[in-house]
């Protein structure tokens, strides 16, 4: 492949910076990834006659039909519709960009890949930090949460937690047993999670026991008896630290109040306005079963019921808050197949690839399947797919953890085959454990 050591030396700072600027520089990582998409354009251009530079399209069918499929659906919805929604692209299109993005990070060393690991326990240092250094009069309260001048704290703190949780994932590649290392990414994976506790988004803490569920498979806490009880215990008591503090129990007493003023027929609360605009949704899609209302028409097809007494007008917005249903009531079946095929698409070569007895290919398979997991559960209750700064980031750790699979693989594969005196039940072995 041709490409000049200066270029790799500026991608590998470029995935480092990425996620580090995420939470405290608006358009840093996007700076980041635009610059990375040109250093890719121009590589695949340097190398088109190359065999098999773009052959990860096809080695890696399901992740390139699930960076393509919302882009390609709405683009065949407003053609269908008779509508032009630039706008509408925008977010999703960083997915699609993402493609040229992992052929060319796929070319590259999977030991300059994993700096993302670094950045992103930069990223979540960097907010705990900031969390502390710009604390208003007062502290953060549940009326002056945690955020930036560029998003509302709900993104703000699931982006805080996941780059809190990467740090730990990614440490599987930087040798766990290196205490200086391990001790560096606690201290992020603290100071992250401190950053997601002041932002008060009780929708993201529904992705902590996935998160721990996934640690725990990838450093085998559950595999001997004596692991399993520590793990255990250690998770009992931060769990219960952290159920013990005035803001959770705050934040979880006012769902069981929203249920219980629902029941009373008040429904302006937090919840009640969200189970309506979910029950909205679910009308819309039953008079438009197909293709739904039309990629960003959700407000005006609610401000039309609103009209006709079918919904209140406190629920007229852009967004169902749940990538589910704002995809079920603005695209219909044909959206919510585009919506499954990106999941698992995103998702599918991580899991096959978990038990890897590589350490590097078993890092970023669970790091993946996180970064996957978290867009499930974050997009249960808010629309992940919507704000810039967060597609960008995913799409970006998606394409670099499975562009670490990827090199990885092929280093192994190298490295069987050049071995000097390799027998070929030897090579067989090492070829396996590189598709494992």
Not at 91 to 100: N, T, Y
Not at 223 to 246: M, W
Request: net charge positive; glycine share 10%; proline share 3%.
């Amino acid at each position: 492949m041709i490409f000049a050591p200066s270029l790799l030396w500026l991608t590998t700072a470029l995935l480092f910076l990425a996620p580090a600027v995420n939470l405290v520089w608006r358009g840093g990582t996007g700076y980041c990834f635009f610059a990375i998409l040109a250093v890719a354009l121009g590589a695949a251009v340097a190398n088109r006659r190359v065999p098999g530079y773009f052959s990860g399209l096809r080695s890696y069918p399901w992740f390139t039909a699930g960076m393509l499929a919302f882009v390609v659906g709405i683009g065949i919805q407003q053609l269908l519709f008779g509508y032009w929604l630039p706008r509408q692209f925008d977010a999703l299109s960083r997915f699609v960009l993402a493609l040229p993005i992992f052929l060319l990070l796929r070319q590259l060393p999977s030991r300059q890949l994993r700096m993302i690991g670094w950045g992103c326990a930069a990223g979540a240092l960097a907010v705990g930090i900031w969390a502390v250094i710009d604390q208003p009069a007062g502290g953060w309260t549940d009326a002056n949460r945690l955020n930036n001048s560029y998003t509302n704290a709900i993104p703000f703190g699931d982006t805080a937690l996941l780059l809190a949780f990467l740090s730990v994932f990614t440490l599987g590649w930087d040798g766990p047993r290196d205490w200086l290392v391990a001790g560096a990414r606690l201290v992020a994976l603290a100071a992250g999670g401190y950053a997601s506790y002041l932002s008060g988004t009780r929708g993201g803490w529904l992705a902590l026991p996935v998160f721990v569920v996934l640690l725990g498979m990838q450093y085998q806490w559950f595999a001997h008896r004596k692991r399993l009880l520590v793990a255990t215990l250690a998770i009992l008591i931060a769990g219960g630290a952290l159920l013990s503090t005035e803001r959770i129990q705050k934040r979880i007493s006012q769902v069981t109040t929203d249920f219980s003023m629902l029941h009373q027929g008040k429904d302006y609360t937090s919840v009640g306005l969200r189970l309506q605009l979910w029950d909205a949704s679910r009308m819309i899609f039953t008079h438009h079963p197909i293709y739904g209302v039309g990629k960003g028409h959700l407000a005006n097809e609610l401000g039309a019921m609103a009209k006709h007494g079918e919904v209140k007008s406190e629920i007229v917005n852009e967004r169902a808050h749940s990538d589910f249903f704002s995809t079920l009531a603005e695209m219909g079946a044909v959206g919510v197949a585009c919506l499954l095929l990106f999941y698992y698409g995103s998702s599918v070569y991580f899991w096959r690839h978990r038990r890897s007895a590589d350490a590097a290919i078993r890092a970023a398979s669970y790091a993946g399947l996180a970064v996957a997991a978290s867009t499930v559960i974050f997009g249960l209750t808010i629309d992940v797919l919507v704000p810039i700064m967060v597609t960008v980031l995913l799409a970006l750790l998606s394409a670099t953890f499975l562009a670490v699979i990827d090199a990885r693989k092929r280093e192994l594969r190298e490295a069987g085959a050049s071995a000097p005196g390799t027998s070929d039940g030897a090579l067989a072995a090492a070829r396996a454990a590189a598709h494992k």
